[in-house]
């Protein structure tokens, strides 16, 4: 899952600054600039934003009314990130004081930085949907006069990880409808026409000459027809079934 921060700092070299960081270090993210907290609402109310970091240097009195909208952000709140710069470390027992946690605070060190991404922003805890990973599933991808078919790796409710085959036929830009088949009680079972879109990719494996040959890609669901919810479903209802059944013994 690709997450997005914002990097709020009213110099444009500091918010380039510190965006190579991020991007430098961590190949999922997604970094927009704010100047203020007013452009921080903004982009709130434009993008679907994981992580807002701030820095202290720039701080005025607005930032505790920036980090209380935060808290209450809907989807269950967007963590604050704060920096400081090694020369007014001081200014963390202020911070504290004014209701800033400590995990919430870093110094402006690279490390410290994606230490800080990772901690309040891991792609694990971000998942609003467990994964199923479901023996013998595999799935169909139609984009115009094309069919693509896929090997399911893990499937959820809002998306899929499969391994396609490479194919010059295929648009990455363009949307697809997917097919999910599984095999239920003996039977093959299919959520259908997913309307899906590409969030993520890289090569698994490369031909000799380099080019690739097999994918690994994820697939956002942008719309689930009913049907196709329904069958979802009861087959994650019956994986959670063998799963506890499995740690029963």
């Known amino acids: 899952m690709g997450r997005t921060v914002v ?9 380039k600054i510190l965006t190579d960081m991020v991007l430098a270090n961590l190949n999922d ?37 920036l980090a209380a909208r935060l808290k209450s952000h809907p989807g269950g709140g967007i963590p604050l990130l704060f920096l400081f710069s090694s020369g007014n470390m001081q ?13 919430s605070m870093v110094r402006l060190q ?15 805890t971000m998942r609003k949907s467990k994964r199923y990973s ?10 115009a006069d094309h069919c693509f078919y896929a090997s399911l790796v ?7 990880l499969c391994d396609l085959e490479y194919s010059p036929d295929y648009r ?12 239920k009680d003996g039977k093959t079972v299919e959520a259908e026409r997913i309307a899906s879109t590409v969030s993520r990719l890289h090569v698994s494996e490369s031909n000799p000459d380099h080019t690739p040959a097999l994918l690994r890609v994820a697939f956002r669901f942008i ?16 994986a959670d079934k063998e799963e506890s059944l499995a740690l029963q013994g």
């Open 110 to 124: 690279v490390e410290e930085l994606i230490d800080g991404i990772n901690r309040l922003c891991n792609p694990l």
């Open 29 to 65: 993210v997604t970094a927009l600039g704010a100047t203020d907290e007013s452009e921080v609402s903004a982009l709130l109310a434009q993008h679907d934003c994981h992580l807002v970091i701030y820095n202290w240097d720039m701080a005025s009195t607005d930032f505790i009314a």
């Open 223 to 238: 719309a689930v027809p009913e049907e196709a919810r329904q069958v979802l479903t009861e087959v994650f209802k019956q």
């Open 134 to 143: 479901i023996a013998g599933a595999n799935a169909k991808i139609f984009q």
């Open 154 to 160: 893990n499937v959820s409710i809002g998306g899929m």
């Open 7 to 15: 990097i709020v700092d009213r110099s444009k070299t500091m918010r």
């Open 172 to 183: 990455w830009a363009l949307p697809t409808d997917i097919a999910i088949a599984f095999q």
């Open 91 to 103: 200014n963390l027992d202020e911070a504290a004081a004014k209701g800033i946690p400590r995990e």
